[in-house]
């Protein structure tokens, strides 16, 4: 048996770098950790037994459920975001290597494989747009094909292994391809019947996220499919600027790094381990801009931090006879981009909550 064969969480990130799938879908990886290879890049990871003393089996992984969560971890779901997939590597390899122990099911998603391995945001479409059923409306690709598959095999995480609900959450990890205010920000889907509790936005303060945009409105990324579908606690993290490979400065993401591996050992998000209690500024979404047509305009410069503030009256945008002005006494604008597609949104507009 190969190394790789040994330890399929330490080869993770070289098996989807190499385009190389290992001819074994499940096992036991020497930390007692049970894995099962749903796609390339997919794990799903169960918990070793509690009992130091029991084998591990897969029929004790399965009769000794003691986690709490069904969780889901996904990163690189654009190819050249790169620090949150060193990341999560990181704490795989720790897990083999038995520093961190693993509490938690997991199932850990490296979104875009072919994107990765090309360093690009994405190929021929972006796969962050194409969630929620978004890729029945789409040409086939491989993006609409990793799409769904994404959502089959979350769907299959979600149900369980022995029958009973748990807590589920899903954190998406990111970094942005502008500068922003708050370098650190998350975007927190909700809907009439899965509104996030303030608990959850405090966790994410906890994580060093500086602040936080709750929308309700209907999208079609990730975080917001497993939200709405599955009434998960669900996050998209923004936790920084885009850097290839090995140029990343880990230390700016230690925040996330260690509020991750403390939940996933068994502890909580918020309990940090020096004590403070952090609360992020909090932002809900009050609108979308549009591009409608090839008349769009978005008056703002092309290197506008996110989160930069403009006063009421401000014309942010126009398409043909209609404008974007701002209605309350300030408005941010997150995400501005005027080169969206027609149809696709080209910024959000946030205020304080």
């Known amino acids: 048996m190969t190394d790789a064969h040994r330890s399929a969480l330490r080869h993770w990130l070289s098996d989807v770098r190499e385009s190389r799938d290992s001819p074994h879908d499940n096992g036991i990886d020497p930390c007692g950790v049970r894995w099962r290879r749903h ?6 990871l169960i918990p070793a037994p509690a009992s130091a003393s029991a084998p591990a089996t897969p029929q004790t992984a399965e009769a000794h459920p003691s986690y709490r969560y069904d969780a889901i971890l996904s990163c690189g779901i654009h190819g050249d975001e790169t620090a949150p997939i060193e990341i999560v590597d990181g704490m795989l390899r720790d897990i083999a290597d038995g520093r ?19 360093g690009k945001r994405y190929l021929e479409y972006d796969l962050n747009r194409l969630f929620q059923g978004a890729h029945a409306k789409r040409a086939e690709s491989p993006a609409v094909q990793r799409a769904r598959e994404l959502e089959v095999i979350v769907a299959q995480f979600f149900a369980g ?10 954190i998406d990890m990111h970094t942005a391809i502008r500068a922003s205010l708050y370098p650190r920000f998350a975007v927190v889907p909700g809907t009439p019947q899965h509104r996030p509790s303030d608990s959850w936005f ?8 500086e602040a936080t945009m709750r929308t309700e409105q209907p999208s079609v990324t990730f975080s917001y499919f497993t939200c709405a579908r599955f009434g998960a606690q669900s996050c998209t993290l923004e936790l920084g600027k885009v850097a290839p490979f090995g140029e990343n400065r880990l230390d700016d993401f230690s925040g996330i790094d260690a509020a991750l591996r403390r939940w996933l050992s068994g502890g909580e998000l918020e309990a940090r381990d020096d004590g403070r209690v952090l609360h992020p500024k909090r932002f809900r979404v009050a609108a979308e801009i549009v591009r409608r047509t090839d008349a769009f305009v978005l008056d703002v410069p092309a290197d506008t931090p996110n989160f930069t503030p403009y006063p ?18 300030e408005e941010r604008i997150v995400f501005p981009n005027p080169n969206v597609a027609n149809g696709l949104r080209a910024g959000v507009m946030v205020v304080p909550e």
């Open 39 to 44: 796609a390339q890049g997919v794990l799903e």
């Open 100 to 118: 961190l122990t693993l509490r938690e099911r997991v199932l850990v998603v490296l979104g875009n494989p072919d994107a990765v391995r090309a």
């Open 161 to 170: 292994v022995d029958g009973v609900r748990r807590l589920r959450r899903h």
């Open 312 to 329: 009421a009256g401000t014309v942010l945008a126009r398409d043909g006879e209609n404008a974007y002005t701002v209605s309350h006494p």
């Open 202 to 209: 405090d966790a994410l303060g906890a994580a060093d996220i």
